[in-house]
């Protein structure tokens, strides 16, 4: 059984506001939750590790790249 995760961990792991989390879902740029009861939901923590880890990141303020 896949681990399911509240959204609590789900900001912690991403970084991102939970305003942010359901806007980008509904957009389809995030995971849809997955209902746990009446009045709660989850994700799978695989799914939220998988966009975490190939998200494309913005480079740091005043870095500069090779070109």
Do not use: C
Request: glycine share 8%; no cysteine.
């Amino acid at each position: 059984m896949e681990e399911i995760i509240r959204v609590d961990e789900v900001v912690r792991i991403t970084g991102m506001p939970v305003s942010t989390l359901y806007r980008w879902i509904e957009e389809g740029r995030f995971p849809r939750q997955v209902k746990l009861g009446p009045r709660a939901v989850g994700w799978y923590r695989r799914e939220v590790k998988e966009w975490a880890d190939n998200r494309p990141r913005k480079p740091a303020a005043g870095s500069q790249h090779a070109t």
